[in-house]
């Protein structure tokens, strides 16, 4: 079952732009993470942000978490064309290891 | 260290006939979880086996199986298939003991890209 849902379905900017995307989750959550897919490849883990805190960074990636709304959002600042690619969330609701993911953003970096 | 491995990375099958993929985990992974992603459905989950148990399901029919071996390597296998099977199956390794703070991140393979005719 799909638990996340991501917003926009997809996005496209300019390179050089900002680039944000949102998650918003149903039950309590231990922790979320965010990974990118880039075109019929394998999902890769970019962040991890506990239930316990409210932003994170890595790199250009910044993550915050809201769970009073249940919500989470990934920022890519300056975006590149190697950014393009699909972007999921994933949370991590209970003990039993398994993930629930939202249907994913598709990013599309222009030149 | 070495990635997931997932083998064979394309392949193609009639109706009715039977798949098996195979994904070799990343060494130290016990967790071994399988996906099948489709444009329509998204990511979806198959099953999780840990320590050679299988120790969560997803939504699939009985003509998905798995197995894991005492190597932590795992196959799955597809029987009877349909048309509505093409995908992209993705399997993911992680240590998902509990240990690491808890949390379960997830070491993706590259995928096997399943065609039906």
């Given amino acids: 079952s799909q638990q996340g849902e991501e917003d926009p379905q997809a996005l496209s900017i300019q390179e050089g732009e900002n680039a944000t995307m949102n998650c918003s989750y149903k039950t309590s959550i231990n922790n979320l993470q965010w990974y990118r897919q880039n075109s019929g490849r394998g999902l890769v883990h970019l962040i991890l942000i506990r239930s316990n805190e409210r932003e994170k960074h890595s790199g250009r990636l910044r993550v915050t978490l809201d769970t009073s709304k249940k919500s989470s959002s990934l920022l890519i600042t300056a ?33 | 260290k070495a990635g997931v491995t997932q083998t064979p990375r394309y392949l193609i099958k009639t109706r009715g006939q039977q798949v098996t993929l195979s994904c070799s985990p990343i060494s130290g992974h016990r967790s071994v979880s399988w996906y099948q992603q489709t444009p329509g459905q998204g990511l979806q989950f198959l099953f999780e086996y840990f320590s050679e148990t299988q120790r969560n399901k997803g939504n699939f029919p009985g003509r998905f199986s798995g197995r894991q071996f005492s190597n932590s390597r795992s196959e799955m296998n597809v029987s009877t298939l349909e048309l509505g099977d093409s995908a992209l199956y993705l399997c993911a390794s992680s240590h998902a003991t509990g240990l690491i ?17």
């Fill in chain 2, 101 to 117: 703070g808890g949390a379960n991140v997830l070491t993706f393979g590259a995928g096997s890209r399943l065609t039906v005719l």
């Fill in chain 1, 79 to 111: 975006s590149r064309a190697a950014d393009t690619a699909s972007y999921f969330c994933a949370t991590d609701a209970n003990s039993n290891y398994q993930l629930i993911w939202g249907a994913g953003t598709k990013l599309i970096i222009k030149p």
